[in-house]
Structures are given as structure tokens and as C-alpha cells.
């Protein structure tokens, strides 16, 4: 029987359904139900058209009712019933009368038409899945079926989502009235859960009300549902305006329920209220109505599909952190396409194919790469053979990372060079230690470190012109190889010589680097004093024929001061940051620029917010 009957029997949700469902079928306009939150029967009595005994063995005492072939698809109404008589059936092959057998194993018919009211027992068999024992037959007036068991579980739910549940079904049909204990199911109950929005038409105001009758199992239970004078104009489509608004066959198509009230149609509606006549006033109406429901489903699918995915982040909350953030990034991306192509996918099977596809990322110390390959066009991947075709690894690791030292500095060097409040100057000196490549391919051959007595030769003499303690002109974390001044910092840097023993012998070149901070102009002044460290270094022991090569950079530099001054083996070269930057950018081959060109990794802000540790404590406290 389980296999047979599915969730009907599995999910109280279903099963309560299909019951009311029944009712719907019979002809009924009211539904009362009994749903007991504790202890208690479930009793699902409707004023249907009933059954004989004879149509209720027949119908009920089968696994496969064709009620096609026997009733047809449109419903039978009790004699004087004021029923909606375009009411189309649900039931195709008789499988919603077993629901009950998800809450009890054994429960009681009582059903009434022709003026006999029947009692039937229906209780499980040892031979077959079930058997009915039929328990009295008397006169009676009226007509309805009454279903009562004694249930087992109804697995916690409570009176407000049986409700709500039935609402989301069945509301947009004003001649079918169900109440739940002593709770009618209608507007006003369900107003809280409900989301409404106004439509303003030529021709009036237009009120919508969307239902999610998640877990609908076809399309006759979607669609739009026009309300005139609270009566059901025609039948439930999704087809309105220039077309379909919804595939009534999809996960959403069966789900989505909007009852659109127009009262100011009344003249427009066809006398056998089987739909509206094609006037210009409804097309009118129809088109405004069908513009703002696509707007609010497209937000409803938004919103659907991100909780949905960031339900799935957070249940693989652990094995998507140890990914890299291109990783992430791409899972984030397969779980939007995913619910994108396939939109009745399930939460639990959407969360199981991201298991599935983190644990391969996983799968060995090779993820990354395997990752990073996986989002190469075949044109990189060509390139990438090449490459590998010419450099081991490992040499083409130390060149792309000595490019990204250079590129750092290129970068932070932008940031601050015309920014006069920068305090960074005196955090680059140390970068230009390793920096000095800038300034010309001469440099590269040659190993420049800092030289702590020269900078202390060059820290003295600016103490005495500035006539200040030399302690003053250390860096804020008293680093001796640099000197800091209020609109500057000065570098002093060597590179060793070598004898004819081709031993280090003395110093071989001594450079200076003076870095003004940002908007400052060179002038005559910064030049002369540029040469006083030259001729203070002489003295302090640097030999006559050592270059010493002084650089001061700046914002810019006025005209009368740009010309080099040379002095013997040495030369100051006042120069404009902007002029330093564009020979960085010439000698790493402009990449920065070409990379700034690049699309970068977009950080999916869903992943980003469920696997950081403090967002997530916080949001699992609440």
C-alpha cells in the first residue's frame, strides 16, 4: 500500500489534502474538519453528493479507481447545491481515498445519498491490503460522506497549518467552504500569511493575493483565479495576457496560486460565468494584472532560490570552507544554474549534488588545480601546455612570484604618491631595499642592501642643518637604516665591490632614495641638499671612483631643477613619481594594467556570510 499510494500515505500534509480533495470531488461547498492537536478523532465530514452502497464498494473496495472512465472529469452536485457548476475534478485514479491510512490503520465511512445513509469499516487483511465490512444501512436525509478515524501521529501539526495548508489550496474557489475545528479557512483567517499587493488599472483598483501550495502535486491546483462579487470567474490559468506565465507542469507551475479580485468587472463577465468576454476594458485589465504578477513571481523565484541555496551552503558548511575562494565561488554559481535548469529539484537532493561536488574538489592535494583547470577555456589550457612545454614548476613559480613582489609595490606606490596625508613613505623605504629595479636594468645584477653607517652619516648631517636631536630622524619603530623627516624619508642602500681575488673587497655602488611625500615639488634646494649627502658620504669614507647614485622622487619636479647634476662618480637624478611608475610598468611589461583588465573572482556574498565564523555563531544563537 505504501509504495502504491507514495506521500499520500507517508506526509499528514498530502494525506489531509487529498481528503479535502475528495470532498471537492463529491460536489461539496462545505468541508468541516476535526483536527485534533492532542488526544482526539480526525473527522472530514462534507454536504456532498454521497454515495450508495453499491457506487461505494465499487470506488472504494479497488487499488485503481478510474474515475475518468466511470465519472468523468467534471464533478456532480447534490440536487439544490449552489456549487460552482464549471468545478473541474482533481482525482484521476482513486488513490486520495487512501489517504486516511496515513494517520490510522482502520477508520469508518459514513455516506449518504438516494436517502440511505451507509456505515462502512475499512481495516487491514491479512490477504489483501485492505477489507470493508459494511456495519449498518438506514433511512436518512440529506447527503455527504463523513470520514473519522482514531490517528496514531499526526506528526505535530498544529491547527494553524492545517489552515494555512487548505487556504494555499483551495481558497481561490469562493462556493467551497472548509472550516478546521472552529476556523473558517478564508481571507480574514489567513490575511497574516498571506502576501497582497494592489494593482492600479485604467479602469480601477485590482487586488491580488499570492498562495504557495508547496507540495502541489498538478496544475489544477494553480494557476490564476479571477473573483468577481466573490464568485470564481471561469477556471484557474496560468495563461493571461499575451501568454503563459508560468509552465503549469514545473515545481513553481504547481505551487503558485494568485486570486485576483476585480469587482468593477462585473459587466464584462459572460452570463454563464465561464470567463470574461474580450472586451477592451478587461484586455486592459488583463495586461496591467499580467505585468505585475510576472514582476512578483520573478521576485518570488529570487527569493525561493536564495533561501534554498544558502539552506544547501549551510549544510555543507564544513567541507565548503576548506576550498579556496575560486572554489566557493563556483559551487555558489552550480547551485543558482542547478535550481535555474532544474526547478523542482528538492533542497535535499540540491544539498546531496553539492556534497557530492565539494567532496570531489576534496578528493585529493591536487583540488585547486583541478578546480582552476576546470574553468579554463581550451584557448588557456592550449596556453598552459605551452608553458609547461617550455618551464619546469618550479622556475615558473619564482618568476610569477618576483612579478607579483614587483606588481605589489607598483600598486602600493599608486596609491600614495599624490596623497600629501600619506604615512606610508616611511613603510615603502624598506620595499625599495628590494625595489631598486625600477630605476634601470643596471640595477638588477647588483645585490643593494640597507647600509646602517651610511644612513647614520646622512641621519647627522640632517640633524645639524635641521638643528634637532638625531634620535628625531628614526623611524616610528626605530629602525637605524632609514631617516625620517617631517615631508620625507631618506634610504641609504650599497652593493658590495669585488677585488682581482674576486673577493668583496668595499663598497661597490651606493645608492640614496629620498621619497617625498605626496604633492611635493623638487626644487633647487631638495637637488643641493641631495648633493651634500653625496659629498658627507664622500667624507665619511666612500671612495672617489664608488658611484653613488642619489634619486629624489616627488609629485613633480619644477623646470629649473629636472637636469641630472653629476659630480665626479656621483649623480643626483631628481625624477616625478608618475615618470618612476611608467618605467615599473615598462619593466614588468605593463601587466598590472593587463591583469586590472581581467575579470576577477566575484566573491558569492551568500557563501562569503555562511561560512564566516562570526556571522554564523551569531545567526545559529538566534
Known amino acids: 500500500m505504501r509504495h502504491h499510494a507514495g506521500s499520500i500515505i507517508r506526509d499528514p500534509r498530502y494525506a489531509i489534502t487529498e481528503l479535502v480533495a475528495n470532498a471537492w470531488d463529491a460536489g461539496a461547498t462545505v468541508v468541516q474538519v476535526a483536527w485534533p492537536e492532542a488526544r482526539g478523532d480526525i473527522v472530514v465530514s462534507d454536504n456532498g453528493s454521497g454515495m450508495t452502497e453499491q457506487e461505494f464498494l465499487s470506488r472504494w473496495n479497488v487499488l485503481n479507481y478510474n474515475r475518468l472512465e466511470t465519472q468523468g472529469n467534471t464533478v456532480e452536485f447534490p440536487p439544490g447545491s449552489s456549487g460552482n457548476k464549471h468545478r473541474r475534478a482533481f482525482g484521476r485514479n482513486g488513490i486520495g481515498r487512501h489517504a486516511v491510512f496515513c494517520f490510522a490503520a482502520t477508520y469508518t465511512v459514513v455516506t449518504t445519498k438516494n436517502g440511505v445513509r451507509t456505515t462502512a469499516l475499512v481495516q487491514p487483511d491479512e490477504e489483501q491490503p485492505f477489507k470493508i465490512q459494511i456495519l449498518s444501512k438506514e433511512p436518512s436525509d440529506g447527503h455527504g460522506t463523513i470520514i473519522q478515524c482514531v490517528p496514531g501521529d499526526c506528526s505535530g501539526l498544529r491547527e494553524t497549518e492545517v489552515v494555512k495548508l487548505l487556504g494555499s489550496k483551495f481558497i481561490y474557489e469562493p462556493t467551497f467552504q472548509i472550516h478546521v475545528n472552529d476556523t473558517p479557512v478564508s481571507f480574514e483567517t489567513l490575511n497574516g500569511d498571506v502576501p497582497t499587493f494592489t494593482v492600479q488599472t485604467p479602469h480601477g483598483m485590482v487586488e491580488v493575493y499570492r498562495f504557495d501550495a508547496e507540495g502541489g502535486r498538478t496544475s489544477d491546483q494553480s494557476g490564476v483565479a479571477w473573483w468577481v462579487n466573490d464568485r470564481l470567474v471561469g477556471k484557474r490559468s496560468w495563461d493571461i495576457g499575451d501568454g503563459a506565465l508560468l509552465d503549469a507542469r514545473t515545481g513553481i507551475g504547481k505551487r503558485l496560486v494568485y486570486v485576483v479580485k476585480a469587482n468593477f468587472l462585473v459587466d464584462d463577465v459572460k452570463a454563464d460565468w465561464s470567463g470574461f468576454a474580450a472586451s477592451t476594458r478587461y484586455l486592459e485589465v488583463e495586461n496591467c494584472v499580467a505585468d505585475e504578477l510576472r514582476r512578483d513571481i520573478h521576485q518570488f523565484l529570487t527569493l525561493t532560490r536564495r533561501d534554498r541555496k544558502r539552506g544547501v551552503i549551510a549544510r555543507n558548511r564544513d567541507t565548503l570552507k576548506k576550498l579556496p575562494p575560486l572554489a566557493q565561488a563556483h559551487v555558489a554559481r552550480f547551485i543558482e544554474d542547478v535550481q535555474r535548469e532544474s526547478p523542482t529539484i528538492s533542497e535535499r537532493d540540491l544539498a546531496n549534488v ?100 651610511l644612513t647614520t652619516v646622512v641621519r647627522r648631517l640632517l640633524a645639524k642643518r635641521h638643528n634637532v636631536d638625531e634620535t628625531r630622524l628614526m623611524t616610528p619603530r626605530r629602525r637605524p637604516d632609514f631617516v625620517v623627516l617631517p615631508t620625507s624619508s631618506v634610504g641609504v642602500y650599497t652593493a658590495d665591490g669585488f677585488g682581482r681575488d674576486h673577493e668583496v673587497d668595499e663598497i661597490g655602488h651606493v645608492m640614496v632614495v629620498e621619497l617625498k611625500r605626496g604633492g611635493f615639488a623638487i626644487t633647487d634646494d631638495e637637488v643641493n641638499q641631495a648633493q651634500a649627502y653625496a659629498r658627507e658620504l664622500r667624507r665619511a669614507g666612500v671612495p672617489g671612483d664608488t658611484p653613488i647614485t642619489c634619486y629624489v622622487l616627488g609629485s613633480n619636479v619644477n623646470a629649473d631643477s629636472q637636469d641630472e647634476v653629476t659630480m665626479g662618480a656621483a649623480r643626483v637624478i631628481p625624477r616625478a613619481y608618475r615618470v618612476v611608475l611608467q618605467q615599473a610598468h615598462q619593466r614588468t611589461f605593463n601587466l598590472q594594467k593587463k591583469l586590472a583588465a581581467l575579470v576577477p573572482i566575484e566573491v558569492d556574498e551568500d557563501m562569503r556570510e555562511l561560512l564566516d565564523d562570526n556571522l554564523f555563531d551569531q545567526a545559529s544563537r538566534l
Open 354 to 453: 553539492v556534497t557530492v561536488l565539494a567532496n570531489l574538489e576534496l578528493a585529493n592535494t591536487g583540488y585547486s588545480l583541478i578546480e582552476r583547470l576546470s574553468t579554463l577555456s581550451p584557448e588557456d589550457l592550449d596556453s598552459l601546455d605551452e608553458i609547461l612545454a617550455e618551464w619546469s614548476v618550479g622556475d615558473a613559480k619564482l618568476v610569477l612570484n618576483e612579478l607579483g613582489r614587483r606588481l605589489r609595490l607598483i600598486e602600493k606606490l599608486q596609491n600614495i604618491i599624490d596623497d600629501p596625508r600619506a604615512d606610508e613613505l616611511h613603510d615603502l623605504q624598506p620595499l625599495f631595499e628590494r625595489g631598486l629595479w625600477i630605476f634601470g636594468p643596471q640595477f638588477e645584477s647588483l645585490s643593494f642592501t640597507s647600509n646602517r653607517s
